[in-house]
């Protein structure tokens, strides 16, 4: 072998591996998100955790609205939850059965049920993130490198169950953009799916403004940021910020979740 040989050799040996490895899955990236915010189990350990709710909303027009609510979440399940509005509206589910009443009256509809699922899933799946992630029905899809406001980021695509939410211009391909260097999750966003764009042109972007220790280093988003945004992602004016104050409520208690009827069944059972 000549010298000038033996040097190719030589230089090709110092050069740094290519790694081939494409991104990673959506499992992979799921983990670590929840990871980043203290991972599933610690949340999973707080049990019922109880939240207080306040609505401040500005719509495109200028427009202002602010709500107050209280929700009650199973974290071990993510399965259980029940909402409690104005008006003495309550909307609960129980795994798949869901209700709602007002002033202690029960909605009989037949849809009733799949409205409550499909509106506590809209109202708390945003605000609970990443943990929301890992509910039955949502499923991670394609991952792709990109950025976000500069921040090198993977951008993963989430699909759910039909009837998943309640709105339909929700129940569109939502996207995730995630953290590069610690798989935090930096925003999760929408746009309307054609067919009712007609109907409803603006999408949405969540954005997690502040968090707060809960329990064993569980770290929970206590200020959301909703953003209107229109087909080309570009804010339409349309703000709200969702403050939550969160507390671990304890052990799980059933008779929050059931149907009232189901409540009352079992009190007779026990006289």
């Known amino acids: 072998m000549t010298a000038r040989a033996t040097l190719i050799v030589l230089a090709a040996l110092l050069v740094p591996a290519v790694s ?26 707080l049990g019922v955790i109880e939240i207080a709710l306040t609505e401040e909303e500005t719509t495109s027009n200028g427009t ?68 929301t992630a890992a509910m039955e029905g949502v499923r991670l899809g394609a991952v792709y490198e990109t950025s976000f406001e500069g921040q090198p980021a993977w951008r993963v695509a989430v699909n759910f169950e039909e009837n998943f939410f309640i709105t339909p211009s929700m129940a569109a391909t ?57 087909l080309n992602g570009s804010p339409t004016g349309h703000v709200r910020v969702t403050k939550m104050q969160v507390t671990v409520r304890g052990p799980y208690d059933q008779k929050l979740f059931l149907h009232p009827l189901e409540v009352q069944a079992m009190g007779d059972r026990k006289d």
């Open 174 to 230: 939502w996207y995730f953009h995630i953290r590069k260097d610690n798989g935090a999750l930096l925003a999760a966003e929408f746009l309307p799916p054609p067919g009712v764009r007609d109907v409803r042109s603006e999408g949405i972007r969540y954005r997690v403004l502040k968090q707060a220790p809960i329990g064993s280093g569980v770290q929970l988003p206590v200020q959301v940021l909703l953003d209107g945004i229109d």
């Open 64 to 131: 202002q609205h602010k709500k107050q609510s209280t929700a009650y979440v199973d974290a071990a399940t993510l399965g259980s939850m029940r909402l409690e509005l104005p008006g003495e509206v309550v909307v609960a589910r129980k795994g798949a059965i869901g209700w709602s009443s007002r002033a202690g009256v029960p909605d009989d509809r037949p849809q009733g049920s799949r409205m409550a699922v499909g509106t506590l899933n809209q109202r708390l799946f945003p605000l609970l993130l990443p943990f």
């Open 20 to 45: 081939l490895a494409g991104p990673p899955d959506g499992a992979a990236l799921l983990e670590g998100m929840m990871q980043a915010a203290g991972g599933l189990q610690a949340f999973r350990d």
